[in-house]
Every structure is written in C-alpha cells, then in structure tokens.
C-alpha cells in the first residue's frame, strides 16, 4: 500500500510522516483550502442559501502537491484535525481533488487522534473510519451565518457609524457584554457600611498570639452587611467592644474536602493561562498548538499533549493507569484515592472519545522538558503537566475552627483554618480572578469554653460596595462559555479581533471599551437587539451543536435567522444615524448640538444637518493652548520642537512655525539596521500609515521613496541571492519568511496559519 497523508500544518506533517515511515507520503494543506469570495453573494439566500467556494489563491500549490503525489498513490487518508474545522478542511480537500477526478479509483481513509504519539498515529492508520458530514454541515452552517451577518452589518456600520468598522455574529455579543459592564460600573453608586474588627488575646497568656474577631451579632440579632451604616454609630459601638469583659462561649471543629479541579479543557486552560501565566487566550492556544503538533525532544519529534480544542473532561484508560503510578512512585500512596477520579463532562456536545487537555506521556515531567522547550512553551507545559496529575491526587484536608466570643449584648465571631493534608494542593492550587480576596491560612490559639478574652484593640472600619469589575481576558471567557456563546475554539480569535479593531483597549489586563467600540454597540443594540441578544446567540449555537449530532439539518437555521435578520437590517437603514443628545445649541442656527463620532473620534454636530453644516470638536476652546516644549531641537532653525495635537495623535513641530514649518515624529521610528537596495544609503525605518499600519520606508526619504509593508529581515534570498528578504503575516498562511525582489517566488514557512 502507498498512501498520501493529509494533515494542516507542516510541522505536524513532519512529526508524523517519521512515525508512518515508507509507503507514506505526508502533505501539509496550510489550513483551509477553500473558502467564500471576497464578495457579496458567495451565501446567496435567494437560492436557498446555495454556496460558493473557490480556492484559496496560494493554496493551489499546495493542492497540486497533494495531487501529483497521490497519483503515484493507491490511498488518500485525510488526516486533519477531530473537530468540525478540521472534518471542513479534509472534507474541502476530498471535493476538489474529486472535482479534477484525482480520486477516482483511490481509497479515501478518514484518521483522527487525540495526540500525535507513535503508538496513537499507528492505531489511528490501522482504524480508519469515514467523513464524519454532520460535522461539515455544522461548520458549514456557523461559517454561512458568520458570512451573512459580517457581509450584511459591516457596510451598515459604514453607512450609519464610521468607515472602515465591522460586526460579527458572536464578536458583537461579546462587545455587547463588555460595554454593558462599562455602563454597569458609571451608574454604580458606592453604598457605605461599617464592621468592628477586634484584635483579641487570651487573658490567662496561655497562647500569647494574637488573633482577629469581628462583631457579628448585638442582643441576640446577627448583623447584616449593611446593620452599621454611619461612623458614629460605628466608633460608639467599637469603644464598648474595647470595655467589655469577654468570654469563649461556643468552640466549633469540623475538617472539610477539598476536592481538585478536573483536567483542562479549551475555555480552562485559557483561563488559568491568562491567571496565572498573564497569557492571552490568542497566545495560550497557538503555544498549545505547537505542543501538540511537535517539539524536537532528544532530536525526535514528539506531540507533547493531546488536541487543545476539547470540551471533554474525560481522561483514557491508559492514561489514568500511567498518572496513578506516577503518584503512587513520587508521592506515595496517601496522595493516592482508591480509584481513579472521573468527571462529568458538562457541554452535551463533548464527544467522550475525545479527551480533555493532559500530556501525551505523563513521565515527561516539566523538569525534563525544560532543556527541549522555550520558556512560554515550558510554563504552558507545566500548567497542563501539574493540572492533569493534581486531577488524580487525593483530596486536600482543612481544619476549620468557628469560636463565639460573648459580652453583655455583643458577640463577636472567629473563625481559622489549616491545612491538615495538602493533597492535590502539594501540586496545584487553581488560579483565582482576584487575587487579592484569596486568603490564606488564619490561625486561632487553642480555645475552649469559658477562657476569658482581652480586646487589645476594637476598630470600626469603614467599606463601600463596589461595582462587578471590569472584565479580563480570563473572566470574560467564562462569561461567553456560561452563557453559552460561541464556542470554546472560536474565543481566542473574537478576543483578538475586538482588540485589533479597536473596539477594545487593555487597562492593568482588563477590557475597556473605547468610543468607536461603545458607538457600534449602541447602533447595534437599537436595531438589533434580539439578534445580538446572548440567549439569542446561544440559542444558535445549541442548534448548531444539534447539526453535528445528526439532528437538525443546517439549511432550516438559515431560513429562519434570516427572514427577521433582514427585517431588521432594512428597518436599520432607513434610522437615523447615531447621536447623543447635548444641552448646547447651535451658534449658526440655534438648533440643538449633537454628539456624533467622526473618523477621528466624537465631535459636536448641529442637529440641523445637512441645512447646517456646524461642527466643532469636544471640549474645543477659544482660548490659545499652552506651548508644550520637548527636549528636541529643530534640526533646521535650532529652535525647540513643541509637542503638537493633529487628527493622528501627537507629533513634534517646531515652535518657530510659521518662521519654521520642520515637522517630526513624536516617537522616533526604529531602525531595522537594513539599506534599501535601490539608494543604498538609508536602513529602513519602521513607521505606521495615516491608518495605524506598520510599513518600513528608508531612511533618506523623500529622496528615495523605497518602501515594504512586510518587515526586513537580514537573511539573503537563497534562491535569488536578494541582501534580504522580508516577513510576511497572514491569517490563511500564518508566518513566511518571502523575498522581496520581483520575479522571485521563494518562500519558507516560520509558523502554520492559527486553527480557527
């Protein structure tokens, strides 16, 4: 038999073909090989949602390698991922080789594995199963939904916000939901409460330590959280705390479990990567990525862990035999439960025969990883490795001591806890989206009824409510995952979207909503409000989930989102563009002014438009702005170079101007180190375009107009001899290292495209 194998990326093609061996020839697709034009009309819905593909431009060169090498083959096995992308991606593959009638007498094998081990690529090679269509029809469906509501809201922004923004069927509803907690924390009022904290000390000095009691009920009736409202109150009842003759009247002992976290899946290990390693959930999933496909260990190529897109928290057999010997041998047998512990897997999706995130061998300890891993990979393992293990460890043991401490009227409580028996602890504690609520150990001296206590000191503290924090990276996800919107594989790409059209900025980690982002928002919710709705897009995805198990066809949810999806959209058209409503009137006409946002940001605009066209910016002043003076001199007339605001940021210009018109960049750009070809005098400099892109210009411009949009790396062209070629950053073909000079076509691949 002689097989052509067919996988996504090249660095999994490579791990893999060294297990298979002769006879097989492994190929790489580079991702998705087909995809909808770049038009209107690839989901037409005129026609009962008849869709067209085409291929993806520089995936053709990579589809006619797998086709001349199966044509010296008797087998295509598909070999892409076991999720519904990766059913597309070797589903798209089959079409369009069947399409050129390379298949015709050929076999075609569909293989899918959790990790890319020998032994699980051989038995997957030896168990071939078929094209699993449901799963295409449920990514073919979420992709027609995406393409209909991207294609359809986008030029409505366009029209009715700003140029060049864009909605998307779930990023919106996570924009949505970020917004809204803006909005929740401006109206937040703080609402005040007081407690009396006591520092207290048994009076015989049989302990001599201190330890902490706070008021917790008055003749008999326990206080709420907002019992003490005002300081007065307050510092009265804390001064007879201070006076009273206390005494211990209550002592109560009980030990609790604690019981450990499951195995990672997808939306968990994004989530603790971002806690506890400060990741993105974009970066945590394309380190995983590569741990997955394959790293170099001891000069062999070795999948690390299994697939990272998972909402299964089943672990194998095998596995489960290997992590509790690994337990009983380094920790012993008293880390060690009878049995091995099994979770329930909440999605109703998860198919059990996948598993949850763990190491493909649990004997590569992160220590004997480290040499063969760069730090981000190492930390990632590690979290994965610790996690997994801890999962099987026997639960952790805490001492809880409650003590009632009475005086006349008041009683204040203690409370302490211990840890009698790490467990799993030993090994891994789960991270926490606020840190500084975590509490430790609080210890308590030996106490027992009737030992007389001394308040050394009684405080009344003041406390205001606070509003739900903003979200981060991590509570954002588990926010999208409760409310079961998108899925877990699709988070880190809206995350990063959001961010990349500035919809979003990052503040100490967390998300802050800027005005372009909160604008779209609003527009979005008053014509769409149901369509973005997180039940309404939940709803969805149950539906498609429904798909991928066989019961539901994919062309019904289409009809049916689409009918009001248009309404909507053609009642949106015709509303009113966007404002916010102001006190001011106009200085012209004496109508009202408006709060609008512009290409540049908001500014105020007569509502008498277009009979009134007066505009001014927000906050604009009559009065002439102080001169702010930098540290630079002109490098024409030797006066200093001022600081100056323009509609793209700041900027250095000369403070002799009109005299002296000599205009720089506020932050010098920086130098890449390498000549332009064409004058051979100045390096290229990075610089960003009037829209915020990167580009690399030399240095001697406007003499010399030489410029790359892809950045310059010091390595000659091996094909062409070129000084040097440049790096290019694609989302179908992920990172290439491509010459530069015309007529050459060399290219090598750094990173595969990112799974969608």
């Given at each position: 038999m002689?097989?052509?194998?067919?996988?996504?990326?090249?660095?999994?093609a490579?791990?893999i073909?060294?297990?298979?061996g002769?006879g097989?020839?492994?190929?790489?697709?580079?991702?998705?090989?087909?995809?909808?034009?770049?038009?209107?009309?690839?989901?037409?819905?005129?026609?009962?949602?008849?869709i067209?593909?085409e291929?993806?431009?520089?995936?053709?060169?990579?589809?006619?390698?797998?086709?001349?090498?199966?044509?010296?083959?008797?087998t295509?096995?598909?070999?892409?991922?076991?999720?519904?992308?990766?059913?597309?991606?070797?589903?798209?593959?089959a079409?369009?080789?069947?399409?050129r009638?390379?298949?015709?007498?050929?076999?075609?094998?569909?293989?899918?594995?959790?990790?890319?081990?020998k032994?699980?690529?051989?038995?997957?090679?030896?168990?071939?199963?078929?094209?699993?269509?449901?799963?295409?029809?449920?990514?073919?469906?979420?992709?027609?939904?995406?393409?209909l509501?991207?294609?359809t809201?986008?030029?409505?922004?366009?029209?009715?916000?700003?140029?060049?923004?864009?909605a998307?069927?779930?990023?919106?509803?996570?924009?949505?939901?970020?917004c809204?907690?803006e909005?929740?924390?401006r109206a937040?009022?703080?609402?005040?409460?007081?407690?009396?904290?006591?520092?207290?000390?048994?009076?015989?000095n049989?302990?001599?330590?201190?330890?902490?009691?706070?008021?917790?009920?008055?003749?008999?009736?326990?206080?709420?959280?907002?019992?003490?409202?005002?300081?007065?109150?307050?510092?009265?009842?804390?001064?007879?705390v201070?006076?009273?003759?206390?005494?211990?009247?209550?002592?109560?002992?009980?030990?609790?479990q604690?019981?450990?976290?499951?195995?990672?899946?997808?939306?968990?290990?994004?989530?603790?990567?971002?806690?506890k390693?400060g990741?993105t959930?974009?970066?945590?999933?394309q380190?995983?990525?590569?741990?997955?496909?394959?790293i170099?260990?001891?000069?062999?190529?070795?999948g690390l862990?299994?697939?990272?897109?998972?909402?299964?928290?089943?672990?194998?057999?095998?596995?489960?035999?290997?992590?509790?010997?690994?337990?009983e041998?380094?920790y012993?047998?008293?880390?060690l439960?009878?049995?091995?512990?099994?979770?329930k897997?909440k999605?109703?999706?998860?198919?059990?025969?996948?598993?949850?995130?763990?190491?493909?061998?649990?004997?590569r300890t992160?220590?004997?990883?480290?040499s063969?891993?760069?730090?981000d990979?190492?930390?990632?393992?590690?979290?994965?490795?610790?996690?997994?293990?801890?999962?099987?460890?026997a639960?952790?043991l805490?001492?809880?001591?409650?003590?009632?401490?009475?005086?006349?009227?008041?009683?204040?409580?203690?409370?302490?806890?211990?840890?009698?028996f790490?467990?799993?602890?030993k090994?891994?504690?789960?991270?926490?989206?606020?840190?500084?609520?975590q509490?430790?150990e609080?210890?308590?001296?030996p106490?027992?009824?009737?030992d007389?206590?001394?308040?050394?000191?009684?405080?009344?503290?003041q406390?205001?409510?606070?509003?739900?924090p903003r979200?981060?990276?991590?509570?954002?996800?588990k926010?999208?995952?409760?409310?079961?919107?998108g899925?877990?594989?699709?988070?880190?790409?809206?995350?990063?979207?959001?961010?990349v059209?500035?919809?979003?900025?990052?503040?100490?980690?967390?998300?802050v909503?800027?005005?372009?982002?909160?604008?779209?928002?609003?527009?979005?919710?008053?014509?769409?409000?149901?369509?973005i709705?997180?039940?309404?897009?939940?709803?969805?995805?149950?539906?498609?989930?429904?798909?991928?198990?066989?019961?539901e066809g994919w062309k019904?949810?289409?009809?049916?989102?689409?009918?009001p999806?248009?309404?909507?959209?053609?009642?949106?058209?015709?509303?009113?563009r966007?404002?916010?409503?102001?006190?001011?009137?106009?200085?012209?006409?004496?109508?009202?002014?408006?709060?609008?946002?512009?290409?540049?940001?908001?500014?105020?605009?007569?509502?008498?438009?277009?009979?009134?066209k007066?505009?001014?910016p927000?906050?604009?002043?009559?009065?002439?702005?102080?001169?702010?003076?930098?540290d630079?001199?002109?490098?024409?007339?030797?006066?200093?170079?001022?600081?100056?605001?323009?509609?793209?940021?700041?900027?250095?210009?000369?403070?002799?101007?009109?005299?002296?018109k000599?205009?720089?960049?506020?932050?010098k750009p920086?130098d890449?180190?390498?000549?332009?070809?064409?004058?051979?005098?100045?390096?290229?400099?990075?610089k960003?375009?009037?829209?915020?892109?990167?580009?690399?210009?030399?240095?001697?411009?406007?003499?010399?107009?030489n410029?790359?949009w892809?950045?310059p790396?010091?390595?000659p062209?091996p094909?062409?001899?070129?000084?040097?070629?440049?790096?290019?950053?694609?989302?179908?073909?992920?990172?290439?290292?491509?010459?530069?000079?015309?007529?050459c076509?060399?290219?090598?691949?750094?990173?595969?495209?990112?799974a969608?």
């Open positions: 002689s097989a052509v194998v067919v996988v996504e990326s090249p660095a999994k490579k791990t073909e060294k297990y298979l002769k097989y020839k492994v190929l790489a697709s580079y991702g998705h090989v087909r995809a909808f034009p770049k038009k209107d009309g690839s989901v037409d819905p005129e026609q009962d949602f008849a067209k593909y291929i993806i431009p520089d995936k053709k060169k990579r589809l006619d390698a797998i086709d001349k090498a199966l044509s010296k083959a008797d295509l096995i598909l070999a892409s991922d076991l999720d519904r992308e990766g059913e597309a991606i070797a589903w798209h593959v079409e369009v080789l069947r399409e009638g390379s298949l015709e007498g050929k076999q075609i094998q569909r293989i899918t594995f959790n990790e890319i081990t032994k699980a690529i051989q038995q997957a090679v030896a168990n071939p199963g078929e094209m699993d269509m449901q799963l295409v029809d449920a990514q073919q469906a979420r992709s027609a939904l995406d393409y509501v991207g294609f809201l986008s030029p409505l922004l366009w029209r009715k916000v700003r140029s060049g923004l864009s998307g069927r779930v990023q919106s509803v996570a924009l949505r939901l970020i809204e907690r909005e929740h924390i937040f009022v703080p609402k005040e409460f007081w407690t009396i904290d006591s520092l207290c000390q048994l009076s015989s049989r302990d001599g330590s201190d330890f902490d009691a706070q008021l917790f009920a008055i003749d008999g009736e326990k206080l709420g959280k907002f019992a003490i409202t005002d300081g007065v109150s307050a510092k009265t009842m804390a001064r007879k201070a006076k009273g003759d206390f005494k211990v009247t209550s002592v109560k002992k009980k030990q609790a604690q019981q450990p976290s499951p195995p990672f899946i997808t939306t968990t290990l994004q989530m603790d990567a971002a806690r390693l990741f959930a974009r970066k945590t999933m380190v995983a990525q590569k741990l997955y496909e394959g170099e260990v001891d000069g062999e190529p070795v862990i299994t697939y990272m897109r998972t909402d299964s928290l089943t672990l194998s057999e095998d596995a489960l035999i290997d992590i509790r010997k690994h337990i041998k380094q012993g047998n008293k880390y439960p009878d049995k091995a512990r099994h979770f897997t999605s109703k999706n998860a198919q059990e025969a996948h598993e949850a995130i763990r190491p493909s061998s649990i004997e992160p220590e004997a990883m480290r063969s891993l760069d730090p990979a190492w930390k990632l393992y590690q979290l994965i490795w610790k996690r997994t293990l801890a999962s099987q460890m639960v952790a805490l001492d809880q001591v409650s003590a009632d401490i009475e005086s006349g009227s008041f009683l204040l409580r203690a409370t302490g806890s211990t840890l009698a790490a467990g799993f602890r090994l891994y504690i789960k991270g926490t989206d606020e840190p500084a609520k509490e430790g609080r210890l308590l001296p106490l027992v009824e009737g007389a206590i001394t308040i050394k000191q009684a405080d009344a503290k406390h205001f409510t606070e509003p739900k979200f981060s990276e991590a509570t954002l996800v926010a999208l995952e409760a409310d079961g919107i899925r877990p594989s699709t988070y880190a790409n809206i995350l990063n979207v959001l961010r059209r500035q919809y979003v900025e990052m503040e100490k980690k967390r998300f909503p800027t005005d372009v982002g909160e604008w779209v928002t609003k527009f979005l919710v008053a014509s769409f409000s149901d369509i709705a997180p039940k309404f897009t939940a709803g969805v995805e149950d539906r498609l989930d429904a798909v991928a198990r066989g019961e019904p949810i289409l009809r049916e989102f689409w009918q999806f248009k309404i909507a959209v053609d009642q949106a058209l015709e509303a009113e966007p404002a916010e409503e102001t006190d001011e009137v106009c200085p012209d006409c004496g109508k009202p002014l408006a709060i609008k946002l512009g290409r540049y940001g908001k500014f105020m605009a007569c509502t008498g438009y277009p009979q009134c007066h505009a001014s927000i906050g604009g002043s009559k009065e002439p702005e102080a001169v702010e003076l930098s630079e001199k002109c490098d024409l007339c030797g006066e200093p170079m001022a600081i100056k605001h323009g509609r793209f940021g700041k900027f250095l210009g000369c403070s002799a101007y009109p005299a002296c000599n205009i720089q960049p506020l932050e920086a890449t180190g390498i000549n332009g070809p064409e004058c051979n005098k100045g390096t290229f400099l990075e960003k375009s009037r829209r915020g892109k990167i580009f690399y210009s030399c240095a001697t411009y406007p003499k010399c107009k410029a790359l892809n950045k790396i010091d390595r062209c094909q062409c001899g070129a000084p040097f070629v440049t790096q290019k950053t694609t989302k179908r073909s992920g990172t290439e290292l491509v010459c530069a000079k015309e007529g076509n060399w290219k090598e691949q750094v990173e595969p495209p990112e969608s």
